[in-house]
């Protein structure tokens, strides 16, 4: 440790008595051997910054380390670089409370650090060479582009100050999917920014107690894997040809067409004209099931219960088989 001169005495006394002058900082110790102020400016958002005296401190740059029980050891580890490069072009001054300010400026500035960790994780494990990411710091937002072939989808997520205590939010900005599948794509990503923030209604008595989880990684790899990258190849389950064209501009709008695109509540996409074939043909018993998965199929255009789809099925066989046995005995 350096020794105690006067000059570090008049700078202890200082940080004393003006570290209240910084919104949001909390001293934790402020004698010789070591220096702690604690920044806070969201529950999430907060650093310890450790302070040591150098020999021969201030013609030395203070030593410094950063520590937080929330954000990622790498952003923590690139801002003490940059710190310590702020402390050289203060040689022969006070450090402390402008390291203190110029740290405390960063979260303010950046707000998209309390996600850090995740956006990293998107780039490396989530994105691929055609999609892109940027950051919006100034307005805390992540903007992604993702292609598939010849279909994209761009959104836009707001990242609320008190991530991830508070809801994470979502807008699809523009894409070239069908436009009846936006509202399912908006509707799955609100619900898994809501699952993120809210406990369940009905809890389990063994769950343990809930916490709030980050929200940003999880609805980026819903709009990736499970739209992006997996909707432009799918295959009806039924006539076992892709559900999209191979041109987003022959995307039919038309929902009467039978080459109109419906989902299932179990993800999978049909044909419309497929689905209402299959859904019409036995076995009815159990309710209609997913070819793919299994799942029962829920549909709002197909409410019927197994009983009464047997039922118009049978009539249907049986208004057939008279009409064939009319046209035989014409003939």
């Known amino acids: ?30 004698v010789p051997a070591l220096v ?27 030593l410094i380390e950063l520590k937080s029980k929330y954000l990622a050891y790498k952003l923590l580890d690139g801002l003490r670089k940059v710190c310590e490069e702020e402390t050289k072009k203060l040689i022969g001054q006070q ?33 691929q060479e055609n999609d892109e990411i940027r950051l919006k710091q100034k307005t805390s ?21 008190d991530y991830p205590l ?12 069908p436009e ?5 794509f908006l509707s799955q990503v609100e619900e898994i920014a809501r699952k993120c923030v809210q406990p369940p209604l009905k809890k389990k008595p063994k769950d343990p107690p809930f916490e709030p989880k980050p929200a940003l990684q999880p609805i980026v790899e819903y709009l990736v894997k499970d739209i992006v990258r997996k909707y432009p190849s799918e295959i009806c389950p039924v006539c076992n040809k892709p559900v999209l064209p191979s041109d987003p501009k022959d995307v039919v709008k038309d929902p009467c067409s039978d080459k109109f695109v419906d989902r299932l509540y179990c993800c999978h996409l049909f044909h419309r004209g497929c689905l209402d074939a299959y859904m019409k043909k036995p076995p009815f018993t159990g309710g209609k099931k997913c070819p793919k998965c299994g799942c029962l199929v829920f549909h709002e255009n197909w409410k019927l219960t197994p009983e009464l789809s047997e039922a118009r099925w049978a009539h249907q066989e049986a208004r057939r088989r008279e009409l064939a046995e009319v046209v035989d005995f014409l003939q």
């Open 1 to 30: 440790m350096a020794e105690l001169t006067d000059f570090i005495r008049r700078e202890l006394d200082k940080v004393k008595t003006k570290y209240k002058e910084i919104d949001g900082v909390e001293l934790i110790s402020c």
């Open 36 to 62: 702690q102020l604690k920044i806070v400016q969201t529950t999430k958002k907060e650093i310890v910054t450790c302070f040591l005296f150098p020999e021969d401190y201030p013609r030395n740059p203070i």
């Open 95 to 127: 450090q402390i409370l402008p390291i203190v300010q110029f740290v405390k400026n960063f979260i303010v500035d950046n707000p998209l650090c309390v996600c850090s960790e995740e956006i990293s994780n998107i780039k490396k494990r989530v994105l």
């Open 141 to 161: 937002q992540v903007v992604i582009k993702l292609k598939q072939d010849a279909y994209y989808l761009n959104a836009r997520l707001t990242v609320p100050n």
């Open 166 to 177: 508070e809801r994470t939010g979502v807008e699809i900005t523009y894409h070239n999917f």
């Open 180 to 184: 009846s599948l936006k509202r399912h």
